[in-house]
């Protein structure tokens, strides 16, 4: 059965296939991408003006269902596939492919791509000379309280005297003038972040799983735009550290976040969506692919 990788410009066919068959100097990357499980191999298919990059796995449909129930199986798996995907990605446009089950024949795998052409065409077209980056702003653990941070209200008086009352208004209005100084570097770091980026998706907030998240982006950012994103970490580092908080940059990725072709409207009103509920969530104070069945 087949895994598909990621999808190539039919143009990119050859580099592919030097980067898998022929590596070596003069080609990129210059050492063997490992297989993605033992006893796999490489197939590059073509399809009109595109070719897939798939893996070919000696499992059949009820071993790979099989492997997949098993948690760390499928996580080796899925970074497996991810690690093919990073390897390539600084040297050839290649738009990827979720990791979502497999096909029993590469004429499965073809006739799905065919009956997805413009949309793969278009997807490349959208990431073609760029890649995906993560910009994290999130509390830094252990960090000392900036000065706008809560402080303790006065423990001389009782609850309900003058002072406590004094204090506990000092309090939350210390709190506010925190939540609102971070409210607008998170701001101020999506307007960069946009200024020097193709695309910008927001991706995370706060949530149960990371309540020290305070933003994420995924950044589309041509190849040739990787020192803006170090000058804005330059800019933006200390700003984040003077509050509290600590950025990180990260990447390159295979651009998931950009995979499908751009829906202008939708974007914008999830965008407007998720900046509201995180916004909404300071005020009251981010991989990787599924793995599922198996298709013909």
Do not use: C
């Not at 050859?14 to 006893?39: K, T, Y």
């Not at 950044?219 to 800019?235: D, F, K, T, V």
Request: aromatic share 4%; charged share 20%; net charge negative.
């Amino acid at each position: 059965m087949l895994i598909l990788h990621g999808v190539v410009a039919g143009a990119d066919r050859a580099r592919l296939e030097a980067a898998l068959f022929e590596p070596g100097p003069g080609v990129a990357p210059a050492a063997p991408i490992a297989p993605i499980a033992p006893g796999a191999r490489w197939r590059v298919l073509e399809v009109g003006a595109l070719a897939l990059l798939a893996s070919e796995i000696p499992y059949d449909p009820a071993a790979f269902a099989q492997l997949l129930e098993t948690e760390e199986a499928a996580s080796a798996l899925a970074a497996a596939h991810n690690r093919v995907l990073s390897t390539l990605i600084s040297h050839i446009d290649l738009l990827p492919a979720r990791l979502a089950g497999g096909f029993e024949s590469a004429e499965g795998l073809v006739a799905d791509a065919a009956s997805r052409q413009d949309g793969l065409l278009a997807g490349l077209a959208r990431i073609a000379g760029a890649a995906e980056y993560t910009v994290r702003l999130s509390a830094r653990s252990g960090a000392r309280a900036p000065a706008t941070a809560d402080a303790a209200p006065p423990s001389s008086e009782a609850p309900g005297g003058r002072g406590y009352l004094q204090g506990r208004l000092s309090q939350r209005r210390r709190g506010a003038q925190r939540r609102q100084a971070v409210q607008e570097l998170g701001d101020a770091l999506q307007r960069a972040a946009a200024a020097i980026s193709r695309e910008v998706v927001f991706s995370h907030g706060p949530t149960d799983r990371r309540p020290e998240l305070r933003l994420e982006l995924a950044l589309l950012l041509a190849r040739a735009a990787e020192p803006r994103l170090a000058a804005l970490g330059a800019e933006f580092g200390p700003l984040a550290d003077r509050a509290g908080l600590e950025l990180t940059l990260i990447g390159p990725w295979a651009p998931f976040s950009f995979a499908d072709a751009p829906d202008p409207q939708a974007e914008a009103a999830a965008h407007s969506a998720e900046e509201a509920a995180l916004k909404a969530e300071i005020g009251a104070m981010g991989a990787p692919a599924a793995v599922a069945g198996v298709r013909r």
